[in-house]
């Protein structure tokens, strides 16, 4: 085993072995996050948005050798990583140096950028979510399973907006590193809460806010609903979509028409449609 060496005042960490990597290696699971109260963030574009959110990492791992050249990739510049890095230094951030070979292993994505931090647990409690102002949106998601598909709502609701959003019985965690990364980091720019739904159904009637479930057992369309006011958009899980509880409390049950040969969208899909129905209506 290859120990920690210094490296000016930052370490230098060379052996799969390290008891480092194994501490990041744990993170990847439930428990662990839960126990430890912190979650893995990892890229320039996730770790710089959970910075201008307020997130101070605790520690950042980079590998310098899998940094991109300054230049240009389509529309986007790219090789900043060096200036993350200055900045994370700036704010006194621990800094450890990691081989490509344990950087590699170290990460949960295809093609690492050489930067990887890790930061407090994502999310708050419910009753610390405010509504504020008469147009509050709300995005609720139900069971929802997949961190991908729970990522990528988050990335359309900031997209949209919406004021916060609500994981109702949910299966995966806020702090999954898989729905940090589907997030694109996202999941520190709003504010998220995870709760029962009842807990989350009791929070929508204090703050007076009416709620609209999707669902392919009606004839009410998502265009034929107002979504001005206060307004919460509920999708429920992949397999089952929303249960009779949440659909017993909604306003209003809307359907997607559907002309092809499937039954249902992808929830995430499903969200963003009624979720940019009601920013074109509220635009208007």
């Known amino acids: 085993m290859t120990n920690p060496i210094p490296f000016g005042r930052e370490l230098v960490i060379s052996s799969t072995?390290?008891?480092?990597?194994?501490?990041?290696?744990?993170?990847?699971?439930?428990?662990?996050?839960?126990?430890?109260?912190?979650?893995?963030?990892?890229?320039?574009?996730?770790?710089?948005?959970?910075?201008s959110a307020g997130v101070r990492p605790s520690t950042v791992y980079v590998c310098e050798q899998l940094f991109s050249p300054a230049g240009r990739a389509g529309s986007q510049d790219i090789g900043h990583q060096s200036d993350l890095l200055t900045r994370l230094r700036d704010d006194r951030v621990e800094v450890v140096h990691l081989s490509r070979q344990v950087f590699e292993k170290a990460s949960y994505r295809d093609g690492?950028?050489?930067?990887?931090?890790?930061?407090?647990?994502?999310?708050?409690?419910?009753?610390?979510?405010?509504?504020?102002?008469?147009?509050?949106?709300?995005?609720?998601?139900?069971?929802?399973?997949?961190?991908?598909?729970?990522?990528?709502?988050?990335?359309?609701?900031?997209?949209?907006?919406?004021?916060?959003?609500?994981?109702?019985?949910?299966?995966?965690?806020?702090?999954?590193?898989?729905?940090?990364?589907?997030?694109?980091?996202?999941?520190?720019?709003?504010?998220?809460?995870?709760?029962t739904t009842a807990e989350a159904l009791a929070w929508l009637?204090?703050?007076?806010?009416?709620?609209?479930?999707?669902?392919?057992?009606?004839?009410?369309?998502?265009?034929d609903v107002d979504y001005t006011g206060r307004v919460a958009i509920a999708v429920g899980s992949e397999k089952h979509g929303a249960d009779q509880t949440l659909l017993q409390a909604a306003t209003h049950r809307v359907r997607i028409p559907m002309h092809g040969k499937a039954n249902s969208l992808n929830v995430a899909a499903s969200a963003a449609i009624v979720l940019y129905e009601a920013v074109r209506q509220r635009s208007r």
């Open 205 to 223: 009637d204090a703050g007076g806010i009416r709620l609209v479930v999707t669902t392919p057992e009606t004839d009410l369309l998502h265009t």
């Open 17 to 51: 072995a390290n008891p480092r990597l194994k501490a990041i290696l744990a993170l990847r699971r439930r428990r662990t996050r839960e126990e430890t109260g912190q979650t893995l963030v990892e890229g320039y574009e996730e770790i710089g948005l959970a910075l």
């Open 112 to 195: 690492p950028d050489g930067l990887l931090a890790v930061v407090d647990e994502v999310g708050r409690p419910l009753g610390d979510l405010r509504v504020e102002g008469p147009d509050h949106l709300t995005l609720l998601s139900q069971g929802v399973e997949k961190p991908g598909n729970l990522g990528a709502m988050l990335r359309t609701a900031d997209a949209a907006g919406v004021d916060d959003v609500i994981a109702a019985d949910p299966v995966t965690d806020w702090g999954n590193p898989n729905v940090v990364r589907a997030s694109k980091g996202t999941v520190f720019a709003l504010p998220v809460a995870a709760a």
